[in-house]
């Protein structure tokens, strides 16, 4: 986002840049054809931190009857609300730090430069192609409730962030062992977490999390600016 700067340097107790799959090195957006693909695409980590920074001042935006109904469904204050919509905006594309959207763009795969992505990759299923919405889902719920979050508002989270493409994902899908297939393991769970990391910093994010139950009305709001 203009005017901020991410620290991609290794800090004690987080993998070096050069370990496999490292969050830095993950594409969001390809380089275009006759472009360097090193240098001319767009790494998923300030990808997400670029799309945390936006939802804040739309937020602000809002009437104050439409954020008070937000905090008191979430049971937040409106600046905890705040962090925790930019926060969920930065999410929305952590299923593009997957085996199975990276080998999209092979220059891609090339600049991750792991050995352990070939088994990854050998072992996704043909049984169903998920979106990276979907794997976003499925990787946020977990982490939402790691948190403190209770298991059914952290999947309405997950969905509505997941669905950001316009289609809300179900509870089943969160279920569905092929796509859950597709995150590619241990290797890749370090990384997302990461990921995830660094727009929760960026935004401020405390230790205060969202109570559901969410009403339909807020998880159509949130996967608006997701």
Not at 45 to 73: C, I, K, Q, Y
Request: aromatic fraction near 4%.
């Amino acid at each position: 986002a203009p005017g901020r700067r991410v620290d991609t340097r290794p800090q004690r107790g987080h993998p070096r840049m050069t370990d496999p799959v490292h969050t830095p090195r993950a594409w969001a957006k390809s380089a275009r054809q006759g472009e360097d693909p090193a240098h001319a695409y767009h790494p998923l980590l300030l990808h997400m931190v670029d799309t945390a920074a936006v939802p804040g001042p739309l937020w602000r935006t809002l009437g104050p009857r439409v954020r008070g109904l937000v905090e008191v469904e979430w049971g937040l204050r409106d600046t905890d609300v705040s962090a925790w919509v930019e926060f969920l905006a930065g999410a929305h594309d952590l299923g593009k730090a997957s085996p199975f959207f990276q080998q999209h763009w092979r220059p891609g795969l090339d600049l991750l430069g792991s050995d352990l992505l070939v088994p990854a990759l050998s072992g996704l299923s043909r049984t169903h192609v998920p979106t990276h919405g979907e794997i976003t889902a499925c990787a946020l719920a977990p982490w939402l409730t790691a948190r403190g979050s209770d298991r059914r508002t952290a999947r309405a989270l997950a969905r509505a962030v997941g669905g950001h493409h316009g289609s809300l994902l179900s509870n089943a899908m969160l279920e569905r062992a092929d796509v859950l297939a597709e995150h590619g393991g241990k290797p890749w769970q370090g990384p997302r977490e990461e990921h995830l990391e660094a727009p929760a910093a960026l935004v401020g994010l405390g230790s205060s999390i969202p109570r559901g139950p969410l009403t339909p009305t807020s998880v159509a709001l949130l996967a608006g600016p997701a």
